[in-house]
């Protein structure tokens, strides 16, 4: 197969080839029916029913590559896209890859602040990110001139991976390393004291795709699959006399759906609901009279154009 002609005309797509994002973002092409067969050892995919191909990218390359527009969109984390300062746009949160960049020293040692790092050796995979907060942090202590004169007095140095044995080796005085649930972080010995940034993962688009009208489409299909899990439906019977909590217990986006039943005192009632609410309204709705409470799950969903 000639895979460079096979790509032509193709909207290009890059999604994280391993690690942290790998799995969900897969996840997420499946739900938006993006079909696709990946030859052993190959980081190219053609996908079978869209004129799309799957570029499979370290998630730290994939700003760059869509930056360049050698790539249409892609998936990767908010961290990512301002370590490398390219020019994308970032079209959509994914709700996934949550985590905080964070400052780092050992637990058992005497720094307890970012600023008694100034001066001192930081080791980090995100250097530039870095660079641009402890540059604040000396602007605060010596003025903008000083720092513009005489450059950075924190020295930062770069390392790809397990950044958080850095301490331990002597390398570091401190770290800036991505902290979620706190367990390397504790496993190093480490504490953090101070957040750089907060981050998720994030679908990027290139200034100008080749093409935008396929990259809407892609955009709008996983956009329904992300809002599809924010959601749930709740249905339930409430006495007609009731109505007027329905709308303030569940609103529903824009309207709940109240059906009439055959029986002249009741409705049916439709809302969509937010998922991470949706046991206090069930409460709530019991409480005030709603009966056959059902809460059903959204696969897909499209919010149409306003
Ligand atoms: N512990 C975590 N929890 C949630 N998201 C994370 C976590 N660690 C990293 N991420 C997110 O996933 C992205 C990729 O990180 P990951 O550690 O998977 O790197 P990778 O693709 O394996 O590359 P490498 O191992 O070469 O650094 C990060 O930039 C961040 O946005
Ligand atoms: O707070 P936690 O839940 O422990 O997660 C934090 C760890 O996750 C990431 O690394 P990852 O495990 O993806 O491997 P890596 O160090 O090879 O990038 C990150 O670099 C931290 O080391």
Not at 40 to 49: E, F, G, Q, S, T
Request: hydrophobic share 45%; net charge negative; proline share 3%.
């Amino acid at each position: 197969m000639d895979l460079v002609n096979s790509l032509d005309g193709r909207l290009l797509f890059a999604v994280p080839k391993k690690g942290r994002l790998y799995e969900t973002a897969l996840a997420l092409l499946k739900g938006s029916d993006i079909k696709f067969h990946r030859h052993n050892r190959l980081d190219i995919a053609l996908c079978i029913n869209q004129g799309i191909a799957l570029v499979f990218l370290g998630a730290a390359d994939i700003p760059v590559f869509v930056g360049e527009g050698r790539c249409d969109l892609g998936i990767t984390g908010q961290d990512q896209v301002a370590e490398h300062q390219t020019s994308v746009d970032e079209v959509l949160e994914l709700g996934f890859g949550k985590c905080k960049l964070q400052v780092q020293v050992p637990a058992n040692g005497s720094i307890k602040d970012p600023r008694e790092l100034v001066g001192k050796t930081v080791v980090t995979s995100f250097t530039h990110l870095s660079r641009e907060y402890f540059k604040s942090l000396e602007i605060e202590k010596f003025g903008a001139e000083a720092v513009e004169k005489n450059g950075l007095k924190t020295v930062m140095k770069y390392v790809g991976g397990s950044v958080e044995a850095a301490c331990a080796l002597g390398v570091a005085d401190g770290i800036v390393d991505l902290v979620e649930s706190g367990e390397t972080m504790k496993a190093a010995g480490l504490m953090d004291i101070a957040t750089v940034m907060t981050t998720e993962a994030v679908l990027i688009r290139s200034k100008n795709p080749r093409n935008p009208e396929l990259a809407e489409v892609v955009v709008n299909r996983i956009k329904g699959v992300i809002n599809a899990k924010k959601y749930v439906l709740c249905s339930y019977n409430i006495p007609r006399t009731l109505l007027p909590i329905v709308h303030d217990i569940t609103p529903g986006k824009r309207a709940p759906t109240v059906t009439s039943l055959e029986d002249e005192g009741w409705v049916a009632v439709q809302a969509m609901v937010e998922q991470v609410r949706v046991a206090d309204v069930m409460d709530q709705l019991e409480k005030a009279g709603a009966h056959d409470i059902l809460v059903l799950q959204i696969i897909n969903s499209r919010a149409g154009k306003d």
